[in-house]
């Protein structure tokens, strides 16, 4: 029975996630809560290259763009059927991935994250200039939705994507591959010693993480049914980053939780509307400051004192 104790949380959560179109009065926050799914699976890419790796990656929404214009065109042009086209998204966006992980990774620390927002700062820059096939800034409109657009049948074809991609970056976590992983993040210089190549390790991360973000890339332009080029800047991979940062750095929780306090906590400062954003950016700046290791990392270590305090007490 203790064997599937740390099971009930996630179940109860999903059991709370599938009923919500049902319990929610007002449709938009069933829209909030859909974009905010999304975010999950791309904020669980971004952990594993940040997080587990510790490399971060100012390049996730680049690929989440490569993947919505990826699914489109494809759609558009070769008249491919919805499902297979947004299937394709992760693997054209694990191609890019692999010719620039691999110099990318060649370097370390902030010069691994300047090169991945000169990288997003590219795949802006084409997809504006690109305009014979992107439509430039005006973007592409009347993209296919599923099921004739019903939100509450996307919602539950999100929430399983979610709840399956959350599932594999736990496997990954606890098989060898993660060990290495967080390995790399601990003394990288050491695994090298120890005759590991990192660089193999790094580069399935990196590429693992970019399809993530394309196939979140996908859902969002096949959702929206509308796309264009500053959907996918660097505002949007730094609300990746802060996704991961917020809800715990290297846990599987904390990414889901800090997508949905990405994408709500603007919604509900709009009592503020003309500060709205100077506010959201405080509360990002001193979370990140006195909340290092994340909702899910403060809540862990207030347990762990209840329970050492609950043992002395028992002794």
Request: aromatic share 12%; no cysteine; proline share 3%.
């Given at each position: 029975m203790k064997r599937f104790l740390p099971l009930l949380p996630w179940l109860l959560a999903l059991a709370v996630l599938a009923l919500l179109p049902q319990l929610l009065t007002v449709k938009y926050y069933l829209h909030l809560s859909i974009l905010a799914l999304i975010w999950v699976v791309v904020?669980?890419?971004?952990?594993?290259?940040?997080?587990?790796?510790?490399?971060?990656?100012?390049?996730?929404?680049?690929?989440?763009?490569i993947g919505a214009y990826g699914s489109?065109?494809?759609?558009?042009?070769?008249?491919?059927?919805?499902?297979?086209?947004?299937?394709?998204?992760?693997?054209?966006?694990?191609?890019?991935?692999?010719?620039?992980?691999?110099p990318s990774l060649r370097v370390k620390g902030h010069y691994f994250a300047i090169v991945t927002l000169a990288f997003n700062l590219i795949i802006v820059i084409v997809l504006v200039n690109y305009s014979e096939l992107t439509k430039g800034e005006a973007g592409i409109s009347n993209i296919p939705k599923p099921w004739g657009g019903s939100?509450?049948?996307?919602?539950?074809?999100?929430?399983?994507?979610?709840?399956?991609?959350?599932?594999?970056?736990?496997?990954?976590?606890?098989?060898?591959?993660?060990?290495?992983?967080?390995?790399?993040?601990?003394?990288?210089?050491?695994?090298?010693?120890?005759?590991?190549a990192a660089w193999k390790y790094k580069l399935f991360?990196?590429?693992?993480?970019?399809?993530?973000?394309?196939?979140g890339g996908a859902l969002y332009a096949h959702f929206?049914?509308?796309?264009?080029?500053?959907?996918?800047?660097?505002?949007?991979?730094?609300?990746?980053?802060?996704?991961?940062?917020l809800g715990g750095s290297g846990t599987i929780a904390g990414p889901a939780i800090g997508a949905f306090l990405v994408?709500?906590?603007?919604?509900?400062?709009?009592?503020?509307?003309?500060?709205?954003?100077?506010?959201?950016?405080?509360?990002?700046?001193?979370?990140?400051?006195?909340?290092?290791?994340?909702?899910?990392?403060?809540?862990k270590a207030a347990f762990a004192r209840i329970m050492r305090r609950e043992a002395r007490h028992g002794g």
């Open positions: 904020a669980q890419g971004q952990n594993l290259i940040q997080g587990f790796t510790g490399y971060v990656s100012i390049v996730q929404a680049g690929f989440m763009g489109t065109l494809i759609g558009l042009h070769f008249q491919w059927p919805l499902w297979a086209t947004i299937a394709m998204a992760p693997l054209i966006t694990a191609l890019f991935a692999l010719a620039t992980g691999y939100r509450e049948a996307f919602y539950y074809l999100a929430l399983v994507l979610a709840a399956s991609l959350t599932l594999l970056a736990a496997l990954i976590s606890r098989s060898r591959v993660g060990e290495i992983l967080l390995a790399i993040r601990q003394n990288e210089d050491l695994v090298a010693a120890v005759g590991i991360a990196f590429v693992v993480s970019a399809m993530y973000a394309g196939l929206q049914g509308f796309i264009n080029p500053e959907i996918f800047g660097v505002a949007q991979s730094l609300d990746a980053i802060l996704a991961v940062i994408v709500f906590l603007p919604e509900l400062l709009r009592f503020a509307d003309s500060f709205r954003l100077i506010l959201y950016g405080l509360i990002l700046v001193l979370a990140t400051i006195f909340m290092p290791i994340g909702i899910v990392g403060i809540a």
